[in-house]
């Protein structure tokens, strides 16, 4: 480059930068440069395919194409080398291809990720970048971690989790142009470090015990042989399909949905009074005081509330369990707070769609969204040290002997590290 025309080019290059104007659109600065790179690489790539082998077969050079390409740098366009026989096939630059291979997907990706939907996107990369996506080019880019998806929701369990919460979310998707509601099944698991992880996601039409029974078949098949204590809501049939599959779990109904089912039939007057008798049960030191509670709710309510109390006693075993063990462990285990938690993150990103277009679109979306919410999971759960060895007292046996201190934190009290090793 001459003194005169780099002189030009620095003047040119200052200009757009100072202005705020993308350096490399198409009236960029830099656009030139970057055309000319490409194009030399794909000329490149074209002498390597017209080989000898080809050329023997009367395959050669047939003129040029023109193509446009969007990127992170902005929009340009480019001239790309063709062959007789049509055979040859670029790397850099795909056929078909028109958003060039560069953190511009990773970003669209991103954003997608984070509940934006296409036509944000496209303003959004149309006022970064001076490119314009269509949706249809927005759609198949995100489409480009459906393989991700399909290995995540295949991919190897550990063979124990020490507590499992299972619940549903419910979605408007578009089947064959009508809305139908859809459930998507989530479960979140803690391992027995103390970590958290959603163990998968799966879709139903509505939901019920029996697609459950599916849920937890296929988590089995994954590796998952045992689970110490699974909560849950109050769903008919639940229970049964955990104990089918997992006849070792120890299942606590959340009592937060035993309560709000127990509200729906109680007078609005009653409410308040009913409440403060209620919290005798389930408030209770142990599990004989919760009962004698239950006794004298049943005395004093029984006679107008009867499905009420009926229901308190029909599942009283899978309500209770967590009397057994001390308040940091109840706290975690007798609600499904842990997983309804991780839906309130989810709903942030998915309460701008109004219905998905269709299964996988919703699986997408919620992936990306789990993969950002579990960045933040990167401690055990608060003070695991000690609930791990309740639950090694409990369950010693079925707790691998193979964990470590580290699983413990430091060598807790009553268990010598020498004996787990």
């Known amino acids: 480059m001459r003194k005169e025309e780099q002189s030009e080019f620095e003047k040119k290059v200052l200009d757009q930068f100072m202005s705020g104007k993308n350096l490399f659109g198409k009236d960029g600065a830099f ?9 030399k690489a794909l000329e490149a790539e074209m002498e ?13 050079r047939n003129g040029k194409g023109k193509k446009t390409i969007k990127s992170g740098f902005g929009t340009f366009d480019i001239d790309t080398p063709q062959d007789r026989q049509s055979s040859f096939e ?29 036509r944000d996107i496209s303003s959004h990369i149309k006022e970064m970048y001076d490119t314009d996506i269509s949706h249809t080019v927005l759609s198949q880019i995100t489409d480009r971690i459906v393989p991700d998806v399909k290995a995540w929701q295949n991919r190897p369990l550990e063979p124990l989790y020490c507590i499992v919460w299972l619940d549903a979310m419910h979605y408007k998707v578009k089947v064959d ?19 958290k992880e959603i163990l998968g996601m799966y879709i139903s039409e509505s939901e019920g015990a029996n697609f459950w029974l599916q849920v937890l078949t296929d988590l089995n098949n994954r590796g998952l042989k045992d689970i110490l204590i699974a909560c849950t809501d109050n769903l008919r049939g639940f229970t049964d399909a955990i104990l089918s599959v997992f ?16 509200l729906k039939y109680i007078a609005s007057k009653d409410q308040k009074e009913f409440m403060r008798d209620l919290k005798l049960v389930y408030r209770a030191t142990g599990k004989e005081v919760a009962e004698d509670a239950l006794i004298d709710l049943e005395e004093k309510w029984g006679g107008k509330y009867p ?9 009283w075993e899978q309500l209770s369990q967590y009397f057994q063990y001390t308040e940091p462990i109840r706290k975690i285990i007798y609600t499904t707070n842990a997983v309804e938690g991780f839906h309130r993150q989810v709903r942030k990103v998915t309460k ?10 919703l699986l997408k979306l919620v992936y990306l969204a789990t993969k950002n919410i579990e960045k933040k999971w990167t401690s055990p759960l608060h003070n695991w040290s000690l ?35």
């Open 31 to 39: 656009a030139p440069m970057l055309k000319n790179v490409i194009e």
């Open 48 to 60: 390597g395919h017209l080989d000898e082998s080809e050329r023997s077969i009367g395959n050669k």
């Open 90 to 118: 670029p790397e850099l630059v795909k056929k078909r291809q028109t958003v060039l291979a560069d953190n511009l997907s990773e970003k669209i990706i991103g954003l997608y990720g984070l509940g934006m939907s296409y």
């Open 177 to 195: 142009g009508k809305i139908a509601h859809k459930a998507l099944y989530n479960i979140l698991g803690i391992n027995k470090e103390g970590y």
């Open 247 to 262: 006849p070792k779990a120890q299942v606590q109904l959340c009592i937060v949905h035993q309560i709000r089912n127990s």
């Open 307 to 315: 499905v009420v109390i009926e229901s308190w006693q029909r599942n």
């Open 352 to 361: 701008t769609k109004g219905a998905f277009t269709s299964d996988m679109a």
């Open 387 to 421: 609930t791990v060895q309740q639950l090694y007292s409990k369950f010693g046996d079925r707790i691998p002997l193979a964990l470590n201190a580290n699983s413990f934190g430091a060598s807790p009290k009553g268990i010598e590290t020498k004996d787990r090793v």
